[in-house]
């Protein structure tokens, strides 16, 4: 099956700076790449996701990028507050990736 | 409209007994996915129902866990003999194909004493 590694397992960002999370992938077949956000006894939910025909999408602060000749793809977020702190997931279709903990430092 | 509702939402048992867990999708979901959560941990794939086919069961850890969807709606995660390496949350999602977002509950915490 797919396998999905994720970089950094944790961060600590000042408020109003941008947060970088980077994911690689195995299955060149895969097309579709979603991002999840879990906050404390929450399942994940669904924050922005790419697919395989499109380099970069971006959603206000939430900007992805991808490389499916590399199999990297990016999460960028921008002008970070608190509330961003939480655990962000990547994946590639249903399987995902390690997680990162995001803590955003007023 | 109604998410996907987990039941229960806490269980505590024995190590040895045997434990139902049930997940309810969002309606017209055709499939339904099963995740492992432990503390601090990412989500682990289990098993993956879509439509009628037969389930990707690939993730199970062990004969001792199964799977079933009837109807192509509620699905049961079924752990016979717990072990306490068995605690953890369980994570239920459902989407209408795999390409698309997954809607998660908030997952079932099992506690094996």
């Known amino acids: 099956g797919e396998n999905v590694e994720q970089h950094p397992s944790t961060l600590s960002v000042q408020e109003g700076d941008s947060a970088v999370i980077k994911c690689t992938y195995s299955?060149?077949?895969?097309?579709?790449f979603p991002w999840y956000k879990q906050e404390l006894g929450k399942g994940p939910q669904l924050i922005i996701d790419?697919?395989?025909?499109?380099g970069e999408k971006k959603d206000q602060r939430i900007a992805v990028t991808l490389n499916k000749t590399a199999k990297h793809f990016s999460l960028h977020i921008t002008e970070t507050q608190p509330e961003d702190s939480a655990v962000y997931f990547c994946?590639?279709?249903?399987?995902f990736g390690t997680g990162t903990s995001l803590t955003v430092i007023p | 409209g109604a998410g996907v509702s987990q039941s229960p939402s806490n269980k505590v048992t024995e190590k040895g007994k045997d434990v139902e867990l049930r997940c309810d999708p969002i309606?017209?979901?055709?499939?339904l996915y099963w995740y492992r959560q432990s503390l601090g941990q990412g989500l682990e794939f289990l098993i993956y129902?879509?439509?009628?086919?037969?389930?990707?069961k690939s993730g199970l850890p062990s004969d001792r866990f199964s799977a079933e969807r009837t109807g192509g709606s509620v699905s049961t995660l079924t752990i016979q003999r717990t072990q306490q390496e068995d605690s953890a949350v369980y994570l239920c999602?459902?989407?209408?194909?795999?390409?698309?977002?997954?809607?998660f509950g908030d997952g079932t915490r099992l506690s094996i004493l």
């Open positions: 790419i697919r395989s025909n499109v």
């Open positions: 994946a590639a279709s249903f399987y």
């Open positions: 129902f879509q439509g009628n086919s037969a389930p990707d």
């Open positions: 299955d060149s077949a895969s097309n579709y």
């Open positions: 309606s017209g979901h055709t499939a």
């Open positions: 999602a459902s989407s209408l194909r795999t390409d698309q977002p997954q809607h």
